[in-house]
């Protein structure tokens, strides 16, 4: 029989609470739930599971369309100029991609971007602080899909480590529902590039202190995550990303 820890089709995010073994467990997990799926994961020699962030755990689109809105309005405080010459999405978001073309570099830090673009065309660092600061409150302010919270929940009480790892620059160890059901946290300004080079995959594993093999990775990208994590020796579960999402997460800019 097929291991519930490996995948060989996407499946919906709405499902992988049941997958794993635990949607519905909304206060507490209970011992027969924790050491069913703790002897699950010891016979597939799995300690450690790493979440994706955008379109795994959380709407990618709608939370970074508050974020922007957030942004909008403290531009309009601040320099009410500067964003009626750049406030749009694709306005500023095509401001964001001549950063990176300038700085390729750091193409994989969104921070570095975000914030050299406000510096850029507000002419003030400290005015760029501001308005990062109103964006960034909204970006660690997402709606979780259904019952992943829960899900994360019930892998930690089975005595699994539960980490993220992201190609953008939410601050998982800080966001309210998530910071309590993980161990750990990588972005790829961290790792210093983005999935699916292995870097953001070795920082995982030194920060949970597993092998690859005792590692699993979900998320909604094919290439990205999937294939990222099995190069890195890793297993990976596929997610379905919804219809509304953005594969591959461009939508950061």
Not at 107 to 136: C, K
């Amino acid at each position: 029989k097929r291991s519930l820890m490996s995948s060989l089709a996407p499946r919906p995010l709405s499902r992988l609470g049941v997958i794993l073994g635990c949607v519905g467990e909304r206060t507490s997990v209970s011992r027969t739930r924790a050491a069913a799926l703790r002897a699950m994961a010891t016979r597939c020699g799995v300690r450690c599971v790493v979440f994706d962030l955008d379109d795994t755990l959380w709407n990618c689109v709608a939370t970074l369309e508050r974020a922007h809105e957030g942004m909008r309005k403290k531009l309009r405080e601040l320099c009410p100029e500067v964003d009626r010459e750049y406030g749009s999405l694709d306005l500023f978001r095509a401001e964001m991609q001549k950063t990176m073309a300038e700085h390729p570099s750091k193409s994989h830090d969104f921070t570095f971007s975000r914030m050299a673009t406000l510096a850029r065309i507000t002419g003030s660092g400290e005015l760029a602080r501001q308005v990062f600061d109103a964006w960034f409150a909204m970006r660690n302010t997402p709606a979780f899909f259904p019952g992943a919270i829960d899900a994360l929940r019930a892998l930690r009480a089975a005595g699994l480590r539960i980490g993220t790892m992201t190609d953008g620059n939410a601050d998982a160890m800080t966001i309210e529902g998530l910071r309590d059901v993980i161990d750990f946290a990588v972005t790829a300004a961290e790792a210093g590039a983005s999935k699916p080079d292995r870097r953001p995959f070795r920082l995982c594993e030194a920060k949970s202190g597993c092998a690859p093999s005792e590692m699993l990775m979900v998320g909604d990208s094919a290439v990205k995550d999937v294939a990222g994590g099995k190069a890195a020796g890793w297993r990976a579960v596929w997610v379905r990303p919804p219809s509304c999402g953005v594969l591959g997460s461009p939508y950061d800019l």
